[in-house]
């Protein structure tokens, strides 16, 4: 299975997730199921109207997928609008009433309430709905789409991490309500969705290695800009969560200090108690009266005997005398406290309790010692709210004072989402107490000490990693398009190069740019020689001068300059097939008919000519050859009709030759009757014209198999010599005639199969080619011979002219090829006597090894 079809599928199968991810979020909402809604209570629910965005943007992939484009492009640009309208309430502050537009139908118990998508949200969802607009194939929807779904694709997944590694990626965008767990999961899936498809679609044209370089540098660009961007976001957040951390640590010494004032003047009161000090309890109420002026909400001041019963109150008022006589360890946690007093030998503040004045509050113990002996102790009583207030004003922090999980204040409550990410707790276990102390920064505080330093950072890197990717695109384009060029360049001069004629390009002046390798080669040239000279040093000069003259005469102006030469070719129509004769390094004169062309620059200017030459010297050559073998073919053609005309006159010839036979017959019979018989005269007589009907009736049986039609037979199995007989006797009176010696030597009884006619042809070509090679000599032999070899019969014929020179040898085979003077031959005996001999399944071959011409036919037996 191709990737492509893997891809596809898969592409399909993350938004087919996404679509069932969204539909149960809605489903969730509509019946109030917290788990499909939150997952967990700690994170961030999915508002009602991210699910409707992702519903919106899976079904618009499926639908472009399918063809719908346009209604895909509408889907993506509600979502686009409607998460654009969200993200601006961010930065303005303003609420549009967008945010629970979806949401309050579905309002009820049990779901944390919220309808305003986060920061990161929106973005992601602006840039997933702009990724969809943009489903073209172009290399700009290319890049747009894989810039969005990579930010989509960094953004869900520092999401989805944040929830694991404990940090808000909220926090960048100054504003604190975070993304949703499984929001970061379908926007992974969306991304990987939009790039997968992406990357199917420029698989199918068959991109080039390397094309998805720059698609794989933007990726990690934009990702390693995000990380970049979240790591200087968390050092920000780890920065104000060091300031919460100090100001909480202030807040504990605030405490201390709220505390060391009330026990240094509550232990000097026990010292002086020890000391003995106090006559009486008008002296102790006068020191419990400074004590009470000195420090703001005291209920009371209480003093304690050694079996743990008040016996002094101050003041008496507000419930005061309920407390006297009073055996404080009645009260379990206070009985703790004074253990725990009595054992250190220090203060120590009890834990909160029920106030007999009314309320809840703190009491301090400190005891009184004398020589060693536990003499009682004194106490404070602290109404809880207004301490509690006191020491918990801290201006732009939520404060929660926990003890044993009970709350003894709380300035506020952030939500359980935002305060995981920002509330800090610590302990204040000073004066035996174990208070939790939960302290949280409020989002303004935060907002006015988050940096903008990481949002430049993330803008750079983003441009950065987009401008990076886009310019390593453009190399590869000026690449690619310089390889095509070059590519391009070389076709061009293989095709120049491969033709056979001369292409010469030459500047506005006329003086050679460039040459193909075809004129070089016909004229002789090297490049380094014809480049920056003029052409005309090449071209014949008198034809120049007279072609000067003519164009000249009839424009009736002087042509200076060669460019002016040039031009009035392109003026008069005298650029287009022009016979021009080149002349070669060496002097060669070519034939040659010339082309001219204007090369112009991008401004219309004339630039340089192209000239086109095609030699057509060979041409002319053939053209006269084919005239005079067209001559040759009607003369050959008036000799076929002869040939035929002849057959039938051999025909008719025969029947009264056998007529004159039979005649010279019965004349000796009566001869012999009449007793004339013994007449040597008249025997001699009637022996020569016997022996004139047998020469005659030879010659016409040697015409007619010559004659012989090549469909007129089959093989036949005849002896050889009868052939050679029949074929000796057609020419052998124009031999003798000429004074040539014709000789045969021919072996008795060579059988062979074959047709007679064709090997008679064959031979009787021969003996003409021999006849013509030593007309002219002194010498004039020409000897057949026919021999048995050891598979076949020989047959050769030799004559006594100069014999075949080595260079001619092995073109004498080819049809056309002639040595003899004009007229006297066509060139196509030899290669018709090779084709009729390999017929027979036989060889045809000129024997080099011979001193002389001589020709030799091997046939099998």
Same mark, same amino acid.
């Given at each position: 299975m191709s990737f492509t079809k893997i891809s596809s599928r898969f592409h399909s199968l993350l938004a087919l997730l996404v679509l069932i991810v969204a539909a149960s979020v809605v489903v969730g909402w509509i019946l109030q199921d917290p788990f499909l809604v939150q997952i967990h209570p700690s994170f961030a629910p999915m508002v009602i109207n991210t699910a409707i965005s992702f519903l919106f943007i899976a079904i618009g992939l499926f639908l472009s997928d399918y063809g719908y484009i346009k209604t895909g492009r509408v889907l993506a640009i509600s979502v686009f609008v409607f998460a654009f309208l969200v993200f601006i309430q961010y930065p303005l502050g303003i609420d549009l009433g967008i945010d629970t537009l979806f949401l309050k139908p579905f309002e009820g118990s049990g779901v944390v309430v919220g309808g305003r998508m986060s920061a990161s949200t929106a973005i992601s969802m602006m840039v997933i709905a702009v990724g969809l607009f943009f489903n073209k194939q172009t290399s700009v929807c290319q890049y747009v789409r894989a810039t969005c779904a990579s930010l989509a694709f960094g953004l869900g997944l520092i999401g989805f991490c944040g929830y694991f590694l404990r940090f808000s990626s909220e926090y960048g965008w100054g504003n604190f309500s975070r993304m949703a767990i499984h929001t970061a999961i379908c926007f992974i899936f969306l991304s990987l969705s939009l790039l997968l498809k992406v990357r199917a679609k #420029? /698989?199918?044209?068959? !991109? !080039? #290695? *390397?094309?998805?370089?720059?698609f794989y540098m933007l990726f990690v660009g934009i990702l390693t800009s995000l990380l970049i961007w979240q790591l200087l976001v968390v050092k920000d957040f780890d920065r104000n969560r060091r300031i919460t951390s100090i100001r909480a640590d202030a807040l504990k010494t605030n405490i201390d200090n709220s505390f060391y004032p009330l026990v240094t003047s509550l232990e000097n009161m026990a010292h002086r108690f020890a000391l003995k000090r106090y006559k009486n309890l008008e002296m102790w109420e006068l020191d419990a009266e400074s004590f009470v002026q000195d420090f703001n909400g005291l209920r009371r001041i209480t003093w304690v005997d050694a079996d743990f019963v008040t016996r002094w109150v101050f003041p008496k008022n507000n419930h005061g005398q309920l407390v006297l006589n009073l055996n404080i360890l009645l009260e379990p946690s206070v009985r703790q406290t004074v253990e725990t007093v009595m054992r250190? @030998?220090?203060?120590?503040?009890? !834990?909160? $309790? %029920?106030?007999?004045? *009314?309320? @809840?509050g703190i009491i301090l113990f400190s005891p009184i010692y004398r020589d060693d002996v536990f003499f009682g102790m004194v106490s404070v009583a602290l109404a809880g709210k207004p301490f509690f207030e006191r020491i918990a004003n801290i201006p732009g922090y939520d404060l929660t004072i926990l003890e044993d999980g009970s709350e003894l204040i709380s300035t506020g409550k952030p939500d359980s989402v935002y305060s995981r990410d920002w509330t800090y707790h610590t302990r204040y276990q000073n004066l035996k107490v174990d208070w939790e102390l939960v302290l949280t920064p409020k989002l303004e505080l935060i907002r006015a000490n988050a940096s903008v330093v990481p949002a430049f950072v993330l803008l750079f890197g983003v441009t950065i990693s987009i401008l990076l990717s886009i310019a390593v695109r453009f190399y590869q384009r000026s690449k690619e398009a310089e390889r095509k060029v070059r590519e391009t360049l070389e076709w061009q001069n293989a095709g120049r190069n491969s033709i056979s004629l001369l292409v010469i390009s030459t500047d506005s002046d006329l003086r050679i740019r460039d040459v193909n390798a075809s004129a070089l080669k016909v004229l002789g040239y090297s490049a %380094? %020689? &014809?480049? *920056? +000279?003029?052409?005309?040093?090449?071209v014949d000069r008198e034809e120049v001068l007279a072609v000067r003259g003519k164009l000249e005469e009839r424009l009736a102006r002087r042509l200076e300059t060669p460019r002016a030469f040039a031009e009035a070719h392109f003026e008069l129509g005298y650029h287009d097939a022009q016979e021009r004769t080149l002349i070669t390094k060496s002097g060669k004169r070519i034939a040659t008919v010339a082309s001219f062309s204007q090369v112009k620059d991008d401004q219309g200017r004339i630039a340089g000519y192209m000239a086109i030459f095609e030699d057509v010297t060979q041409k002319k050559q053939r053209e006269k050859l084919l005239q005079e073998q067209e001559k040759m073919i009607k003369t050959s053609s008036r000799l076929a009709s002869l040939g035929e005309m002849a057959a039938g006159v051999a025909h008719e010839i025969n029947n009264p030759l056998t007529i004159i036979s039979g005649y010279v017959s019965v004349l000796r019979k009566n001869l012999a009757q009449k007793g004339l018989g013994g007449d040597v005269e008249l025997n001699r007589r009637m022996d020569s014209i016997e022996a004139t009907v047998q020469r005659i009736a030879?010659?016409? @049986?040697?015409? +007619?198999?010559?004659? /012989? %039609?090549?469909? *007129?037979?089959? =093989?036949? $199995?005849?002896?050889?010599? &009868?052939?050679? =007989?029949?074929?000796l006797a057609i020419c052998q009176e124009k031999f003798k005639n000429n004074e040539i010696s014709l000789l045969a030597n021919i072996e008795p009884n060579l059988q062979i199969k074959c047709r007679p006619y064709q090997i008679s042809q064959v031979i009787l070509n021969l003996l003409n080619n021999a006849y013509d090679a030593v007309s002219g000599e002194a010498t004039r032999i020409v000897a057949v011979e026919a021999k048995r070899v050891s598979d076949g019969v020989e047959v050769s014929v030799t004559d006594s002219g100069s014999g075949v020179s080595p260079e001619l040898r092995e073109k004498i085979m080819q049809p056309f090829f002639t040595t003899k003077e004009v007229g006297k031959g066509m060139g196509l005996g030899l290669s018709i006597s090779t084709g009729i001999i390999h017929g027979h399944g036989g060889k045809f071959y000129l024997d080099s090894n011979h001193a002389k011409t001589r020709f030799v036919i091997w046939l099998p037996a």
């Amino acid at each position: 299975m191709s990737f492509t079809k893997i891809s596809s599928r898969f592409h399909s199968l993350l938004a087919l997730l996404v679509l069932i991810v969204a539909a149960s979020v809605v489903v969730g909402w509509i019946l109030q199921d917290p788990f499909l809604v939150q997952i967990h209570p700690s994170f961030a629910p999915m508002v009602i109207n991210t699910a409707i965005s992702f519903l919106f943007i899976a079904i618009g992939l499926f639908l472009s997928d399918y063809g719908y484009i346009k209604t895909g492009r509408v889907l993506a640009i509600s979502v686009f609008v409607f998460a654009f309208l969200v993200f601006i309430q961010y930065p303005l502050g303003i609420d549009l009433g967008i945010d629970t537009l979806f949401l309050k139908p579905f309002e009820g118990s049990g779901v944390v309430v919220g309808g305003r998508m986060s920061a990161s949200t929106a973005i992601s969802m602006m840039v997933i709905a702009v990724g969809l607009f943009f489903n073209k194939q172009t290399s700009v929807c290319q890049y747009v789409r894989a810039t969005c779904a990579s930010l989509a694709f960094g953004l869900g997944l520092i999401g989805f991490c944040g929830y694991f590694l404990r940090f808000s990626s909220e926090y960048g965008w100054g504003n604190f309500s975070r993304m949703a767990i499984h929001t970061a999961i379908c926007f992974i899936f969306l991304s990987l969705s939009l790039l997968l498809k992406v990357r199917a679609k #420029i /698989r199918q044209d068959n !991109p !080039p #290695i *390397g094309y998805f370089v720059p698609f794989y540098m933007l990726f990690v660009g934009i990702l390693t800009s995000l990380l970049i961007w979240q790591l200087l976001v968390v050092k920000d957040f780890d920065r104000n969560r060091r300031i919460t951390s100090i100001r909480a640590d202030a807040l504990k010494t605030n405490i201390d200090n709220s505390f060391y004032p009330l026990v240094t003047s509550l232990e000097n009161m026990a010292h002086r108690f020890a000391l003995k000090r106090y006559k009486n309890l008008e002296m102790w109420e006068l020191d419990a009266e400074s004590f009470v002026q000195d420090f703001n909400g005291l209920r009371r001041i209480t003093w304690v005997d050694a079996d743990f019963v008040t016996r002094w109150v101050f003041p008496k008022n507000n419930h005061g005398q309920l407390v006297l006589n009073l055996n404080i360890l009645l009260e379990p946690s206070v009985r703790q406290t004074v253990e725990t007093v009595m054992r250190s @030998r220090t203060s120590a503040v009890s !834990p909160s $309790v %029920e106030l007999k004045s *009314g309320g @809840r509050g703190i009491i301090l113990f400190s005891p009184i010692y004398r020589d060693d002996v536990f003499f009682g102790m004194v106490s404070v009583a602290l109404a809880g709210k207004p301490f509690f207030e006191r020491i918990a004003n801290i201006p732009g922090y939520d404060l929660t004072i926990l003890e044993d999980g009970s709350e003894l204040i709380s300035t506020g409550k952030p939500d359980s989402v935002y305060s995981r990410d920002w509330t800090y707790h610590t302990r204040y276990q000073n004066l035996k107490v174990d208070w939790e102390l939960v302290l949280t920064p409020k989002l303004e505080l935060i907002r006015a000490n988050a940096s903008v330093v990481p949002a430049f950072v993330l803008l750079f890197g983003v441009t950065i990693s987009i401008l990076l990717s886009i310019a390593v695109r453009f190399y590869q384009r000026s690449k690619e398009a310089e390889r095509k060029v070059r590519e391009t360049l070389e076709w061009q001069n293989a095709g120049r190069n491969s033709i056979s004629l001369l292409v010469i390009s030459t500047d506005s002046d006329l003086r050679i740019r460039d040459v193909n390798a075809s004129a070089l080669k016909v004229l002789g040239y090297s490049a %380094e %020689e &014809l480049v *920056g +000279r003029e052409t005309h040093f090449f071209v014949d000069r008198e034809e120049v001068l007279a072609v000067r003259g003519k164009l000249e005469e009839r424009l009736a102006r002087r042509l200076e300059t060669p460019r002016a030469f040039a031009e009035a070719h392109f003026e008069l129509g005298y650029h287009d097939a022009q016979e021009r004769t080149l002349i070669t390094k060496s002097g060669k004169r070519i034939a040659t008919v010339a082309s001219f062309s204007q090369v112009k620059d991008d401004q219309g200017r004339i630039a340089g000519y192209m000239a086109i030459f095609e030699d057509v010297t060979q041409k002319k050559q053939r053209e006269k050859l084919l005239q005079e073998q067209e001559k040759m073919i009607k003369t050959s053609s008036r000799l076929a009709s002869l040939g035929e005309m002849a057959a039938g006159v051999a025909h008719e010839i025969n029947n009264p030759l056998t007529i004159i036979s039979g005649y010279v017959s019965v004349l000796r019979k009566n001869l012999a009757q009449k007793g004339l018989g013994g007449d040597v005269e008249l025997n001699r007589r009637m022996d020569s014209i016997e022996a004139t009907v047998q020469r005659i009736a030879k010659i016409i @049986r040697g015409l +007619r198999t010559y004659a /012989r %039609e090549s469909h *007129g037979g089959d =093989d036949e $199995v005849v002896n050889i010599d &009868l052939i050679i =007989d029949d074929t000796l006797a057609i020419c052998q009176e124009k031999f003798k005639n000429n004074e040539i010696s014709l000789l045969a030597n021919i072996e008795p009884n060579l059988q062979i199969k074959c047709r007679p006619y064709q090997i008679s042809q064959v031979i009787l070509n021969l003996l003409n080619n021999a006849y013509d090679a030593v007309s002219g000599e002194a010498t004039r032999i020409v000897a057949v011979e026919a021999k048995r070899v050891s598979d076949g019969v020989e047959v050769s014929v030799t004559d006594s002219g100069s014999g075949v020179s080595p260079e001619l040898r092995e073109k004498i085979m080819q049809p056309f090829f002639t040595t003899k003077e004009v007229g006297k031959g066509m060139g196509l005996g030899l290669s018709i006597s090779t084709g009729i001999i390999h017929g027979h399944g036989g060889k045809f071959y000129l024997d080099s090894n011979h001193a002389k011409t001589r020709f030799v036919i091997w046939l099998p037996a």
